[in-house]
């Protein structure tokens, strides 16, 4: 069975960073690249970001690019989100998701913006 | 960017009765090779996101067969053949053809009359 458990959300201060973590499990991770969707409350779904197996290859929205960092650890089976200079507009579940085809999903983590 | 647009955005169904989501794309989603990224997702209340239909027609493990996908170029639909209970929520399509970005549609939430 495929698992993925995400961790690391909670509320920040704009301006303040946070690095989500996705732990997986049951799935060839190494082979597969990964991606991060957000879901602000009562909205509907946004691609952040996708990694490729390697990791050599990194794709991201435009309004988070240069502030959000998408990295994997092949050996750990985990990805990673590291999310700067956070701005309200970025409250949101993240889910963390398998592939750019988006097989599987996490159960999200809720990252608040707010002072 | 891909805009995908949805109808309806509200779609109450009779239980036991077929319902119908269009999604339409601002650009084909044939790529070079002849493939189409073409996805559709269904949300349950306060459920995560699951992938129902990949590339346009295929269901995923698991999926009731009263669920099924069409469509081609830029104009695609999820039909349910007779709506359950267990299918009220929030239904996304979504294209990875042309990305980055990967885009979703607005979403079409299904309810029960």
């Known amino acids: 069975e495929v698992q993925l458990v995400e961790s690391g959300g909670g509320l920040v201060q704009p301006g303040g960073s946070l690095r989500l973590s996705c732990a997986v499990s049951g799935y060839t991770f190494s082979n597969n690249a990964m991606t991060w969707v957000r879901q602000a409350p009562g909205k509907g779904l946004e691609w952040v970001a996708t990694i490729l197996l390697d990791g050599s290859s990194k794709f991201y929205l435009g309004s988070v690019k240069d502030r959000f960092f998408i990295s994997r650890d092949n050996s750990k089976n985990t990805l990673f989100l590291q999310m700067n200079t956070l701005r309200a507009e970025d409250t949101a579940i993240y889910y963390c998701?398998?592939?750019?085809?988006?097989?599987?999903w996490g159960q999200g983590t809720l990252v608040t913006v707010s002072s | 960017d891909v805009v995908m647009t949805q109808s309806p955005l509200s779609l109450p169904v009779t239980l036991g009765q077929p319902a119908s989501i269009s999604c339409r794309s601002s650009q084909s989603l044939v790529d070079s090779n002849g493939n189409t990224c073409f996805h559709w997702f269904q949300q349950r209340p306060g459920q995560s996101p699951r992938r129902l239909i990949y590339?346009?027609?295929n269901r995923d493990s698991g999926v009731p067969d009263r669920f099924s996908g069409s469509g081609s170029g830029t104009d695609f639909t999820l039909k349910i053949s007779r709506v359950e209970a267990e299918d009220v929520g929030v239904y996304y399509c979504m294209q990875c053809t042309h990305w980055p970005p990967i885009t979703f549609g607005q979403g079409t939430r299904l309810e029960i009359k």
């Open positions: 590339r346009v027609s």
């Open positions: 998701v398998t592939g750019h085809w988006l097989d599987y």
